[in-house]
Structure formats: C-alpha cells, structure tokens
C-alpha cells in the first residue's frame, strides 16, 4: 500500500546523501524493514517431509531498527522519514510502500505507521493507494491468501481461536 509524500517542511539529513544535493532530490522510494517475519523465501518440503524452512529472511544484527518493536520501529521510521524531507527539493515525493502484518498473531499497521511518521517528520500526505493479490477467474476477483495467512489460520483453529 504506497504513500507518496510531499516535501513540507526540512528536518535533518540522510548521511549517505552528499550535502550538495540535498534540497535537489525529486524522489525517494522507500520501505519500513520489517523483520524477518515478512521478508524472505518459503520453501516446503512436501506432505509428511519436515518443517517449513525461510531463506534469506535475516537483516544485519540485532541492533537493526527491523528488530524492534512497532513502536521503536516507528520512532525510527520518522526519523528516516525526517532525512528524506530534508533531501528534497521543493514539491519533491517520499514514495512508500508498506502493508500490515501479523506479529505474533496480532495485526501490526505498518500502513498507518507510515502516515504518522510521514506527518511527524514534516511531510505531507499526498496520496494512499491499496493493493490486494487477487486474480480475475471469470470475470470475477479471487482473493489470494498469503502462505503464512493460511499458515496462522490453521494454526488459529488448531488451538481453538476461531
């Protein structure tokens, strides 16, 4: 679900970005760091043939923002965000794209995460757009469910949570 972003007001720099550029940028396109719970592939092995096992799932230590909690998450969000304001030129864009996740079972609203933390660091909010998996079977949307959303129902109903 991207937010685009629009510069409002400067906050403080991104350090990767030389000096003499910021306040030039047109547009920066961005995404929180989730976690491994999101991030990463799936392999199965097959009926009756072990564990489901994730693949390149691990970001940097555990000091990275993607190991904290949502609400840490967010604090750090809003000063990425802060950096990204401060690059861009006037009516220049902060592209986001973020979706909501489970975390131990619980929905994490990483979308409205992102506006907080967009309107905290000084931006404004431009515009919201949603996308959903889903197929067309004739002439009719089919909804996807992810792996790990049939993953924690199943899990859900096995422990007796309808």
Same mark, same amino acid.
């Given at each position: ?101 489970? +975390? &131990? $079972?619980? #929905? %994490? ?11 905290? !660091? ?14 067309? +079977? &004739? $002439?009719? #949307? %089919? ?11 199943? !899990? ?7």
């Amino acid at each position: 679900m991207p937010a685009r972003w629009c510069r409002a007001t400067p906050g403080s720099f991104l350090p990767l970005i030389p000096a003499q550029l910021h306040g030039r940028i047109a547009l920066v396109v961005t995404s929180p760091p989730y976690g491994p719970s999101t991030h990463g592939q799936v392999r199965t092995p097959g009926p009756r043939r072990g564990k489901v096992r994730k693949l390149h799932h691990r970001y940097g230590g555990a000091s990275n923002l993607a190991y904290r909690d949502p609400n840490e998450l967010a604090d750090g969000f809003t000063q990425i965000l802060t950096g990204c304001a401060a690059i861009l030129r006037p009516g220049g864009i902060v592209a986001v794209t973020a979706r909501p996740y489970r +975390r &131990h $079972g619980e #929905l %994490v609203d990483i979308p409205g995460m992102v506006v907080a933390a967009g309107l905290s !660091a000084g931006l404004r909010l431009h515009e919201e757009c949603a996308a959903l998996i889903a197929g067309v +079977r &004739h $002439g009719r #949307l %089919v909804s996807h469910a992810s792996f790990f959303q049939q993953k924690n129902v199943r !899990a859900a109903i096995a422990g007796g949570d309808p």
